[in-house]
């Protein structure tokens, strides 16, 4: 299969209604404006930013976007997925939060924001594929539910996948927690006694009640379903994980 790929050179010092114009220029020769249909929803994948991190597009830039898909009659809004990490990105509340520091709000942009996987990033839809690695993918909902997708995509490194690009944004950008942790590790989650508090929020939120507390927290193994729901709501990190998957291999689970 082969695609054709535009080219626009830019600067670091460019100005802003430069950086635009060439959005504008490079949306219309890839013919973007066939994406959008009066009357549908279309989402806009990017990453919202995360400090002390730089790295993300511009919301004037992605404001080109969002523009387009409103002259078209569809109804857009930008969108990302909760990290497995602690963090601002954790949890839709504080994403949010920071989304807005960086610029990208209702305002500024013309669109909202949407956390696909919902206030802890639990919430998934399983997809069914015939990969190499899986039978059926989790998927964030508001991802499956939109009738249109543009990825807005910032290059990076990362360690797993040497290089971090549009296949990375949409596949572990919009997926469910359990397809996170099916890419990064194939084994099943631990507790740290020194760091557990015995708090309960694991047990409580654990959808396969593999989780017990008493002094700490201890996993069923046999329960356990890798779903990844412990390691999101522990205050205190006290969830592990061995992050054990090859380059090969994560790099195969992303693309399925």
């Not at 994406?35 to 830039?61: N, S």
């Not at 899986?134 to 995509?153: G, I, N, W, Y």
């Not at 990844?228 to 061995?242: D, H, I, K, Q, T």
Request: glycine share 8%; proline share 4%; with cysteine.
């Amino acid at each position: 299969m082969s695609a054709k790929v535009y080219f626009v050179q830019t600067r670091n010092d460019e100005p802003i209604e430069s950086l635009q114009r060439k959005t504008h220029l490079i949306f219309e020769k890839c013919g973007g404006d066939k994406v959008f249909t009066e009357g549908t929803t279309a989402a806009i994948k990017l990453h919202l930013g995360e400090k002390p991190r730089t790295q993300y597009l511009d919301p004037a830039i992605v404001k080109v976007v969002v523009d387009r898909a409103r002259q078209a009659g569809a109804r857009p809004f930008l969108t990302d997925t909760c990290t497995l990490y602690n963090g601002r990105r954790s949890n839709a509340v504080d994403y949010l939060h920071a989304a807005a520091e960086h610029g990208f709000t209702l305002e500024a942009v013309g669109a909202p924001v949407i956390i696909a996987d919902g206030l802890l990033g639990a919430s998934q839809v399983m997809v069914p594929i015939d990969g190499k690695h899986f039978r059926e993918v989790p998927v964030a909902p508001d991802a499956v539910h939109a009738d249109s997708l543009v990825a807005m995509t910032h290059v990076t490194g990362h360690l797993l996948a040497g290089f971090g690009g549009t296949i990375k944004n949409v596949s572990m950008g919009l997926c469910g927690r359990a397809a996170k942790l099916a890419m990064h590790s194939g084994s099943r989650p631990r507790i740290d006694e020194a760091r557990c508090t015995a708090c309960g929020r694991c047990a409580y939120w654990c959808p396969a009640s593999a989780v017990r507390v008493a002094t700490t927290a201890t996993i069923d193994s046999v329960k356990c379903i890798g779903c990844g729901e412990c390691y999101a709501v522990c205050p205190s990190g006290a969830v592990l994980f061995n992050w054990d998957a090859s380059s090969d291999a994560f790099g195969e689970k992303m693309a399925e």
